[in-house]
């Protein structure tokens, strides 16, 4: 069982910036970025797949937020920049630990891909 525990989160002021880390316990083929906020269903964020070094964002975030990562170590990151009140949601990290070949981009966005989900992170921005 791969276990994912995730750091980085907390209080900010609007055109602050977070790093948000996330270090999975196994080998994975694919670590994204979730988020949901109260109310809302969680959203994709970004996602990144080993293979390849592809990275993928949602249009609310692109251009703002950067996701990298060391895959000898299993460990991801987001770089949020200039943030927004409306970036305030729980961020959680996924993992997909099945053997799978390269991903399409509309399964890298989705929730289902993912076998393994950290406890979550707070991330809250003030205007």
């Known amino acids: 069982q791969v276990q994912l525990v995730e750091s980085g989160g907390g209080l900010v002021q609007a055109g602050d910036s977070l790093r948000l880390s996330c270090a999975a316990s196994?080998?994975?083929?694919?670590m994204a970025w979730f988020r949901q906020a109260p109310g809302k269903e969680r959203e994709f964020v970004s996602g990144?797949?080993?293979?390849?070094?592809?990275?993928y964002y949602s249009d609310s975030v692109k251009g703002r937020f950067a996701i990298s990562g060391d895959n000898a170590e299993n460990t991801v990151y987001l770089e949020m920049n200039s943030l927004k009140p409306e970036d305030t949601a729980l961020y959680y990290c996924?993992?997909?630990?099945?053997?799978?070949?390269?991903?399409?981009?509309?399964?890298?966005?989705?929730?289902?891909?993912?076998?393994?989900w950290g406890q979550g992170t707070q991330v809250s921005v003030s205007s």
């Open positions: 996924a993992a997909r630990s099945r053997a799978v070949g390269l991903l399409l981009d509309v399964e890298v966005r989705a929730r289902g891909t993912y076998d393994h």
């Open positions: 196994g080998r994975n083929y694919a």
């Open positions: 990144l797949q080993w293979r390849l070094g592809m990275t």
